[in-house]
């Protein structure tokens, strides 16, 4: 525990915290677009997009700030993350009849994966 709190501490682990908490600043920032845009725009598909993009590396980034805030006993920094880390899940959960590029990928990227990874049938050319 105390390396956490000494990894924090440090530069580069503040560069990383810094970098992480950005990443959830913009995701809530095109949560909140995709709210106030006209459905059905441009503009709400590339939020919507944006947004779930970014959900579950914020969801990260912010559970590593609540830990290292739970590590150094910085309890409003605890409640403060997790209600951002809340929100941040509840509006990922919500909203899934939204229109955006992720939308049908599953099973797109699920065939495409199954087709690199299955057997296959060629054999390698004899050495020698």
């Given at each position: 525990m105390e390396a956490v709190a000494a990894f924090s501490g440090s530069?580069?682990?503040q560069v990383l915290l810094a970098i992480g908490q950005t990443i959830v600043v913009v995701?809530?920032?095109f949560d909140m677009v995709r709210e106030l845009s006209v459905p059905r725009s441009h503009g709400r598909f590339v939020a919507s997009t944006v947004f779930r993009t970014l959900a579950i590396p914020s969801v990260m980034a912010n559970a590593l700030t609540v830990f290292i805030a739970l590590v150094t006993?910085?309890?409003?920094?605890?409640?403060?993350?997790?209600?951002?880390?809340?929100?941040?899940?509840f509006r990922f959960h919500y909203n899934k009849d939204e229109d955006n590029?992720?939308?049908?990928?599953?099973?797109?990227?699920?065939?495409?994966?199954?087709?690199?990874?299955?057997?296959?049938?060629?054999?390698?050319?004899?050495?020698?």
């Open positions: 530069v580069p682990g995701c809530v920032c006993s910085s309890w409003v920094d605890v409640v403060m993350g997790m209600f951002v880390l809340v929100a941040i899940v590029w992720w939308k049908g990928k599953g099973k797109k990227l699920a065939r495409w994966a199954r087709r690199q990874f299955s057997g296959r049938t060629s054999t390698a050319p004899a050495m020698g």
